[in-house]
């Protein structure tokens, strides 16, 4: 496909990431059907590229959680598999985006823990883990062992929401890797939100153990701001935001939202 702005790379088999805008989109074929994991913001048809990697249909679009740089671009399928909790904000375009641009007529398919997308031989498993976003699902490949985790468990994991308070806690952040944990015999990669691409599963161990230090008492150190962040980003009470990097993880939290209130 020329002039496009989509650009795609194949993983393993039936199985590619596809980069265009906002965040990183995969497309995850079985013998029946292909679904994409997340459809960035892109205003061009991402359903379209997708379709031209395979010839299972591929009709639908699962998002990790409702943020509009992974939902922006479901306008052009069928319809979109997502969180109860990502119905509020999934269809509204950040500010600095053109709203006219997007298609957001499209009707959802609520999921939740324990559910799963057939696809044929392939099956997509549902974990709620919201911690990054009160909507965000990991979504397990259990034939190519890969997890997809959205903004959770990624090079970095914001726990951070726009508005004063209340913030995700880091006791729920390890409560998610706990049952992500669960399941470890059954992947070996992460495929995340933003950057890491069949990344090495032990991702998951260490955000615990960084959860763990946190909670234990280590703090993070004073968030700073980048001058090139997310444009529709605000950052609220930047005094309480804190970085905690440790081995491959970094996590951003408020430090008044350690344990659960
Ligand atoms: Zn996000």
């Known amino acids: 496909?020329?002039?496009?702005?989509?650009?795609?790379?194949?993983?393993?088999?039936?199985?590619?990431?596809?980069?265009?805008?906002?965040?990183?989109?995969?497309?995850?074929?079985?013998?029946?059907?292909?679904?994409?994991?997340?459809?960035?913001?892109?205003?061009?048809?991402?359903?379209?590229?997708?379709?031209?990697?395979?010839?299972?249909?591929?009709?639908?679009?699962?998002?990790?959680?409702?943020?509009?740089?992974?939902?922006?671009?479901?306008?052009?399928?069928?319809?979109?598999?997502?969180?109860?909790?990502?119905?509020d904000i999934a269809k509204k375009p950040y500010p600095s985006l053109d709203a006219s641009k997007y298609p957001v007529d499209y009707p959802v398919t609520v999921i939740g823990d324990g559910d799963q997308l057939e696809l044929g031989n392939r099956i997509l498993k549902v974990f709620e883990i919201p911690a990054h976003a009160p909507s965000s699902i990991a979504f397990l490949d259990t034939k190519e062992e890969i997890l997809f985790t959205g903004d959770e468990v990624d090079s970095h994991a914001m726990l951070v929401w726009m508005q004063n308070e209340p913030q995700p806690s880091i006791e729920q952040h390890a409560r998610n890797m706990e049952k992500l944990l669960t399941v470890r015999d059954d992947y070996k990669y992460i495929c995340a939100g933003h950057e890491q691409v069949m990344g090495d599963a032990a991702l998951v161990e260490e955000?615990?153990?960084?959860?763990?230090?946190?909670?234990?008492?280590?703090?993070?150190?004073?968030?700073?701001?980048?001058?090139?962040?997310?444009e529709d980003f605000v950052m609220y009470q930047i005094e309480y935001k804190r970085m905690s990097v440790y081995k491959n993880t970094a996590i951003g939290y408020d430090v008044r939202y350690i344990l659960d209130k």
């Not at 379209?48 to 591929?58: E, F, G, I, R």
């Not at 955000?207 to 962040?229: F, H, P, T």
């Open 1 to 87: 496909m020329k002039d496009t702005v989509f650009s795609s790379r194949k993983l393993c088999p039936d199985t590619w990431l596809i980069q265009g805008d906002g965040c990183n989109s995969y497309l995850i074929v079985g013998d029946k059907r292909g679904v994409v994991i997340d459809t960035g913001f892109a205003t061009e048809n991402i359903q379209k590229y997708a379709q031209s990697l395979t010839d299972k249909p591929v009709k639908m679009a699962a998002n990790t959680h409702g943020h509009f740089d992974h939902t922006g671009g479901n306008g052009w399928f069928s319809g979109a598999y997502m969180s109860a909790k990502a119905l």
């Open 207 to 230: 955000y615990l153990e960084n959860d763990k230090r946190i909670m234990s008492g280590i703090e993070g150190e004073q968030m700073v701001m980048a001058d090139d962040g997310p």
